[in-house]
């Protein structure tokens, strides 16, 4: 198994462009996550999917947007890129019961800087 | 609300025990982890603990929970220099979402 794969692994967006950071995991986990860590900070959640074409909000959804039509798969999206969106994203998964204390397993992240 | 607690920074010598502390507020949570994350690179778990749980040991780590007062510590024994790194505590809460909240992580440094 390949885990949780994210890409690219970095990228450098200039203001009010658009991407589509890519996240895919082959553990048939139902729940994916996008977290974001700004330097010096611990992760916030931006939005996840408890299942294929159920997602929703997380504390800071302002600028992005997901979808979920495959389990494995999970896109974030950036509709018009901002400096403060300069972050390393991170995506995770999980299984849906208790397997090993709901462990999140996450991908290797991907560096944003938006000039 | 959701609000996790860390200290900054840690220093220790090689072949010392260190202990991470980490508070939390919110008294619904499920289970706590600890996270460690090298330079440039992703999270990976070190260990959970359930929330009914006092204490869990695996290894060279232990995990202590106080839920009085809602703080857990990790020691590791014996830390190496390969242990150098941040660490992250984070909660589950019973949502449906089960995301986590994380602390800002404690940047720990091993000398030799």
């Known amino acids: 198994n390949a885990g949780v794969t994210q890409t690219p692994k970095f990228r450098i967006l200039k203001i009010g462009q658009s991407m589509t950071l890519q996240c895919a995991q082959d553990m048939n986990h139902n729940y994916m996550y996008w977290y974001r860590q700004d330097p010096g900070m611990g992760l916030k959640l931006i939005y996840y999917s408890v299942g294929a074409g159920i997602t929703d909000k997380g504390e800071v959804p302002n600028g992005y947007n997901v979808s979920r039509s495959t389990t494995e798969d999970f896109p974030l999206r950036l509709e018009l890129a901002a400096p403060s969106q300069t972050s390393v994203y991170f995506c995770?998964?999980?299984?849906?019961?208790?397997?090993?204390?709901?462990?999140?397993?996450f991908g290797p992240g991907t560096r944003l800087l938006v000039l | 609300g959701e609000d996790v607690e860390q200290s900054l920074f840690l220093s220790v010598r090689e072949g010392d025990s260190s202990v991470i502390n980490c508070t939390y507020t919110d008294s619904s949570s499920t289970y706590l982890y600890w996270y460690k994350q090298e330079p440039g690179a992703g999270l990976q778990l070190l260990t959970y603990i359930f929330s009914n749980m006092d204490m869990k040991q695996d290894q060279r780590l232990t995990v202590l929970l106080n839920k009085k007062d809602k703080h857990l510590s990790l020691r590791i024994a014996d830390t190496q220099t390969g242990d150098s790194a941040i660490y992250f505590c984070?909660?589950?809460?019973?949502?449906?979402?089960?995301?986590?909240?994380f602390g800002s992580g404690t940047r720990l440094q091993v000398q030799p």
């Open positions: 995770a998964s999980r299984h849906r019961g208790t397997t090993r204390g709901e462990t999140q397993y």
């Open positions: 984070a909660e589950s809460i019973n949502t449906g979402r089960r995301a986590l909240t």
